[in-house]
């Protein structure tokens, strides 16, 4: 999105203007935006991303399944306010959504778990967006992009024969 689009799409009742005034704001958006230097001397800034909110979510969606977060240093704003800047609330959203669906990182693999500096890594934000650790399909035996059917329908049969030997009849 660039910034013309940005700034269109925070103007709180661009839905109630006309099409008209829509094209009318959105010319006069773009010759604002001509107006400013290149760099990074543009007098329209990105809010900050609330840092403390982001924690909160994350605790409030992940505590029970993924490490606590108990401290907010430098590194971890600084990680938190990059993703943001990038893909913005939207995109963080997406992101928690993805990471609450993916069986992997809301179970690791017994020697790893997924942390929210994993998350908000550069690379570890990027593969989760682009669905690394999504399901695939209906396949529920397919875990982190492996698709080995013979060993998760192996593991599947044992499981169910496990449970039918233990089940009450």
């Known amino acids: 999105m660039n910034l013309v689009d940005e700034l269109m799409n ?21 010759l ?3 107006n400013i230097p290149p760099g990074n001397n543009s007098p329209i800034k990105k809010a900050e ?5 982001v924690v909160r979510l994350f605790n409030m969606k992940f505590g029970e399944k993924l490490p606590k977060v108990t401290k907010i240093n430098g590194s971890r704003k600084k990680i938190i306010n990059a993703r943001y800047k990038e893909f913005g609330y939207e995109g963080i959203k997406q992101v928690f959504e993805k990471v609450e669906n993916s069986e992997f990182l809301m179970n690791g693999n ?8 994993f998350i908000f ?6 593969k989760i967006l682009e669905g690394n650790y ?15 059917p013979s060993i998760f329908d192996f593991a599947d049969r044992v499981l ?5 030997q233990h089940s009450f009849h």
């Open 10 to 30: 925070n103007v709180v009742s661009v839905a109630e203007l006309s099409e008209y005034q829509q094209r009318s704001l959105k010319a006069l958006f773009q």
């Open 32 to 34: 604002t935006v001509s």
């Open 49 to 53: 991303c609330d840092i403390e909110e």
């Open 110 to 117: 017994g020697t790893w778990t997924c942390t929210l500096d």
């Open 121 to 126: 890594s550069p690379s570890g934000f990027v």
């Open 134 to 148: 999504d399901r695939k399909g209906n396949n529920s035996n397919t875990k982190q992009g492996l698709n080995n």
């Open 160 to 164: 169910q024969e496990d449970q039918s």
